[in-house]
């Protein structure tokens, strides 16, 4: 597949998706949407691939949100169409990949910009980001998860007041509410990113898969997260990557994972 609207680029085990439609604020329209899910598809399959840091090009925004030229006159059913299929082919896939996926966000996070970012395992601000779920002053909600995983991350008075109020919070103000995880300088945000990563490298990529697949289990709906978890712990007795991490840490030396 072309990409017109992302960029993707890896080095040393960590790959990089910049979205990339700078003139629009990096607006999610639908070939955005689908570039990310090829993108992150063959970027999960790819077993050289440990990391994933997603952010916007330029220094103003991550994603201003999905593009309101392009549902401003849509139907009920087009409507309900474009959060399902949006869902299905980004927001729930970035939460629900093996590969563990950092929000670097870079400025404005609004609407789908936001819910892209909390679909992430995590995020880190740099200092000028701003966050909101402004929906609500279109004459709409949000629809790609941000009624969900908004009251998850910061509790539910927090988020029914960013969304009632459709405003806008500050990066500070988005790790004080535990949004975001660190907030950082713009220029040093991607470094502080794969310094992250090359952390999380060390350590074994199909435990992190199955940690990814339990944590998730507690926000599914009739999915009970203490069984996923005891089925994932046991699973991972099965694996190379046990093998060697106990054998390594046995015979005093570093692990040196392959994933399987
Ligand atoms: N969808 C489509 N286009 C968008 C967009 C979005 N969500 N957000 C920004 N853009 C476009 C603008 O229309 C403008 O395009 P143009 O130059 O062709 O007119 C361009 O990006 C630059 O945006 P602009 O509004 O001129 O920048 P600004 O610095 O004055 O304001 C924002 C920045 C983020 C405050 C403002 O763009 C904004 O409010 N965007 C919409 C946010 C939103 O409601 N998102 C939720 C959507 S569900």
Request: with cysteine; proline share 2%.
């Amino acid at each position: 597949m072309n990409y017109e609207n992302i960029l993707v680029s890896a080095e040393q085990g960590i790959a990089t998706i910049t979205i990339n439609r700078p003139s629009k604020l990096n607006a999610l329209n639908k070939a955005t949407i689908a570039e990310l899910h090829h993108a992150l598809n063959t970027l999960d399959l790819d077993a050289s691939v440990r990391v994933i840091i997603m952010t916007g090009s330029g220094e103003k925004a991550f994603v201003a949100g999905a593009d309101i030229a392009e549902f401003a006159d849509f139907s009920v059913e087009e409507g309900a169409q474009l959060a399902a299929q949006g869902q299905e082919l980004l927001f729930d896939f970035v939460e629900n990949l093996r590969t563990p996926v950092i929000g670097a966000v870079n400025g404005f996070a609004l609407g789908g910009g936001l819910e892209l970012a909390m679909s992430c395992h995590f995020r880190v601000a740099s200092d000028n980001a701003k966050m909101g779920l402004p929906e609500v002053s279109l004459g709409v909600i949000p629809g790609y998860g941000g009624t969900q995983r908004l009251p998850q991350l910061i509790g539910k008075g927090r988020a029914l007041e960013m969304i009632m109020t459709a405003g806008m919070i500050s990066a500070e103000d988005a790790y004080r509410a535990g949004l975001v995880n660190h907030v950082v300088a713009q220029a040093e945000l991607l470094d502080f990113c794969k310094g992250i990563a090359a952390r999380i490298m060390k350590n074994s990529p199909m435990a992190i898969g199955q940690a990814i697949k339990a944590v998730n289990a507690n926000f599914k709906e009739g999915v009970n997260g203490f069984e996923t978890e005891i089925k994932a712990f046991g699973k991972c007795f099965g694996t190379e990557d046990f093998k060697e991490g106990t054998t390594a840490f046995l015979e005093k030396r570093k692990a040196e994972f392959t994933g399987k």
